[in-house]
């Protein structure tokens, strides 16, 4: 599961390409998933990253029926499918019944056409089909979990390079400890105490959980805002993490699929007395604040 969606393009006209991937990525962006496009040029380049990687990291493929200076689309497709990769396919050209009796001819599976007047359409359509399976409330879940643990661990490779010194210097640090540590961890208390005062702080980062990483991590980079421009950007998009990343995740592990009286099926989380009942909206806003969180936390790295 990921919140990146991934299109390969053979598209040869630099003009058209540009305009065209900035509409796709809009609709990709609207449903709140992350665009990656890459694209390529000729018949060649496409073989090379088979050999490469097996084109298994796409989700769809775009390909135009007439490249200049290299093979028709046709060609390609043949390869890919040669190749035993199944991914879904949309083949466009200003002559869509070229492409038409192309496939018949080949036998394609899983290829989509389209006129390229009418390609954007086209691929909405094919595109919310890939989701399909996505969106599924269990699959969602599944993203959920993922996607935050991942975070989790960008949280944990900042605070390894902001706990050193300068940064650490200005931060009152013995006070979160004894606050925030080892007087809210009764049960392990006089281990990571211990284990703080003979090993250093480092060694106790993987002891606390993810919401005292998450105020740490705060705590030191308000003190050294002048370290860099972006940090008092990060703490402002940073500030709703709790509620987008970790109090969603809470929920999610507290959650069980129901089926409404007009046959809907949603998510519910039961948390103490509160319910919270999650449906492909919100589950697009989450997806949205995922990214937010993960864009802010991969540029903190820059």
Do not use: C
Not at 48 to 55: F, R, T
Not at 151 to 163: K, Q, R, S, T, V
Request: charged share 35%; net charge negative.
């Amino acid at each position: 599961m990921r919140l990146n969606y991934y299109i390969l393009w053979v598209e040869d006209d630099d003009s058209w390409y540009k305009t065209a991937s900035e509409l796709f990525s809009d609709t990709i962006i609207d449903y709140g998933f992350n665009p990656i496009i890459e694209r390529k040029k000729s018949f060649d380049e496409v073989v090379n990253e088979i050999v490469d990687n097996g084109l298994k990291k796409f989700d769809i493929f775009l390909i135009d029926f007439k490249l200049r200076n290299s093979k028709d689309g046709d060609s390609i497709v043949d390869h890919v499918r040669s190749s035993n990769i199944f991914t879904d396919i949309i083949f466009y050209s200003s002559d869509k019944q070229t492409i038409i009796d192309s496939i018949k001819e080949h036998l394609f599976e899983g290829v989509y056409h389209s006129d390229k007047k009418e390609v954007e359409d086209k691929f909405e359509k094919v595109f919310k089909t890939t989701i399909k399976k996505i969106e599924e409330i269990n699959s969602m879940r599944g993203l959920i979990v993922g996607e935050t643990s991942e975070l989790d661990a960008l949280i944990e490779e900042h605070l390894n390079f902001y706990i050193q010194p300068p940064f650490i210097e200005k931060f009152n640090l013995a006070k979160f400890i004894e606050i925030e540590i080892v007087k809210n961890i009764e049960k392990r208390s006089v281990k990571i105490d211990e284990l703080y005062k003979s090993e250093g702080l480092i060694s106790i980062i993987p002891h606390i959980d993810v919401a005292k990483k998450w105020q740490l991590l705060r705590g030191i980079l308000k003190v050294n805002t002048d370290y860099k421009p972006y940090i008092t950007e990060f703490l402002t998009i940073n500030s709703k993490y709790q509620d987008d990343v970790i109090q969603i995740r809470n929920k999610f592990a507290h959650a069980k699929v129901i089926t409404k009286d007009n046959g809907k099926e949603v998510l519910k989380a039961f948390i103490g007395d509160d319910h919270f009942e999650f449906d492909e909206e919100s589950f697009k806003k989450i997806r949205e604040d995922l990214i937010t969180h993960r864009n802010a936390l991969i540029k903190l790295q820059q």
